[in-house]
């Protein structure tokens, strides 16, 4: 299954040629635009024509449907055909009305301007039969338009997906970098603490027993281990960083994982930094965060 992004746009139109006799009729292409960016839930908001706020709650129906979260804007519209030759054709019933209509007006209202070609045929476009029925027309345009959509969706979710297993490889060799360092820093304070020790016993002259200096450097260097062991805070990260792999390969609806995967990446990255006592480590400390972080900003665009 694909990873998908939150992020994506799709747009279609309708043509008149596709549609019934008084689609045809009125000379107008039916428009839908889908835009969809990064939100914790599914938000949907509508800007549709006068004509089409009627069929929102289909709408809503379609897209709840097919999509999971995300910050949705959907905007219906007509398009009005260009064409000189697409005119509508008014008959003359029409006509004779609005002739009668027009004599009435203007005898209780001298003054008022008669009507132009431009009213005339807008007014016989508009008003001289049924309405259109456009619920059927715009749910088919709005299931084709989503698959657009989630073509466009799926084609980011790759992309950050490929992102995310990369810096999760770099995240891998920084891990290998530090894992070394502990035990060549743990034997470093043991010698240095058996140096300290022996200095001690030279100046006490002594007075203190050897074997009493040596257990107590030897608990110090233990005690001192201890405390900057990161082991632990290494095979988290990188059970943490298996699961984020197989959750990108797995696809679907991962997001809401994925982000609490890059917390728990966070927080051992931070204790790292805690327990540092070598430049060395600190510096990988703070590329892993580096590295997280814009893992962070990418996993907030994933479904």
């Not at 835009?35 to 897209?63: I, T």
Request: net charge negative.
């Amino acid at each position: 299954m694909a990873v998908y992004s939150m992020t994506g746009y799709a747009s279609a139109q309708l043509d008149s040629s596709g549609a019934d006799e008084r689609q045809s009729a009125s000379h107008r292409h039916l428009g839908l635009e889908i835009r969809s960016v990064n939100s914790r839930f599914l938000d949907l908001s509508f800007r549709l024509a006068e004509e089409l706020r009627s069929q929102e709650p289909m709408l809503r129906s379609v897209l709840s449907a097919k999509l999971k979260r995300g910050k949705v804007e959907v905007r219906a519209f007509f398009v009005e055909s260009s064409d000189s030759a697409a005119l509508p054709d008014p008959s003359p019933q029409i006509l004779q009305r609005l002739c009668s209509i027009q004599d009435t007006v203007q005898s209780w209202l001298p003054n008022a301007a008669p009507l132009s070609v431009a009213d005339a045929l807008r007014m016989c476009s508009s008003g001289s039969g049924p309405s259109t029925d456009w619920a059927e027309p715009l749910k088919k345009l709005a299931q084709g338009t989503l698959k657009d959509l989630a073509s466009a969706r799926e084609r980011e979710g790759e992309r950050l997906a490929a992102s995310l297993l990369d810096r999760a490889g770099q995240l891998r060799v920084l891990a290998k970098q530090a894992g070394p360092l502990v035990p060549q820093l743990v034997e470093q304070q043991r010698q240095r603490f058996m140096d300290r020790w022996k200095e001690a016993m030279a100046l006490a002259e002594g007075s203190v027993a050897p074997e009493m200096a040596q257990d107590r450097a030897m608990t110090e260097a233990t005690a001192f281990a201890i405390r900057i062991d990161v082991a632990e805070e290494l095979t988290r990260l990188d059970s943490h960083l298996d699961e984020i792999e197989n959750l990108l390969k797995k696809g679907g609806e991962v997001g809401k994982r994925l982000d609490f995967l890059i917390q728990e990446l966070h927080r051992e990255a931070n204790t790292l930094g805690s327990k540092s006592a070598v430049m060395e480590m600190t510096r990988i400390s703070v590329d892993m965060k580096v590295l997280i972080e814009q893992m962070r900003e990418q996993v907030q665009n994933i479904e």
